[in-house]
């Protein structure tokens, strides 16, 4: 069993920044993929930035070149930064895993607001 415990939310004003922090506990290993995605209000659910256990990187086009997604295998930690923010990176941000054997866990939430 894996457990993710998500950190960092909180509200900022637009062009701000807010460091997500999320810390994995259980059955983990350093190759398992990790990642980033958010919720909005009536929306679905949607990749933010995931980084694999390689170290490569992705993002979504909307938070390209304000989004630097890290890991920490010797902490089991993935950080999101995020700079300057806008009203519609308002949601709930959730930290995802995906093991080796594709089983893939969330974490609990943790919610970003943006005011204009």
């Known amino acids: 069993q894996v457990q993710l415990v998500e950190s960092g939310g909180g509200l900022v004003q637009s062009g701000g920044s807010l460091r997500l922090s999320c810390v994995a506990s259980?059955?983990?290993?350093?190759?398992?993929?990790m990642g980033w995605y958010r919720q909005a209000p009536g929306k679905q659910r949607e990749l933010v930035a995931g980084?694999?256990?390689?170290?490569?990187?992705n993002y979504a086009d909307v938070v390209k070149g304000r989004f630097t997604i890290s890991r920490d295998n010797t902490r089991n930690t993935v950080h999101l930064q995020m700079n300057s923010l806008k009203p519609e990176d308002t949601a709930i941000y959730y930290c995802n895993l995906r093991n080796v054997w594709l089983k893939t866990y969330w974490g609990q939430g943790t919610q970003v607001t943006v005011s204009s």
């Open positions: 980084v694999t256990g390689g170290g490569r990187t």
């Open positions: 259980g059955s983990i290993s350093g190759v398992d993929d």
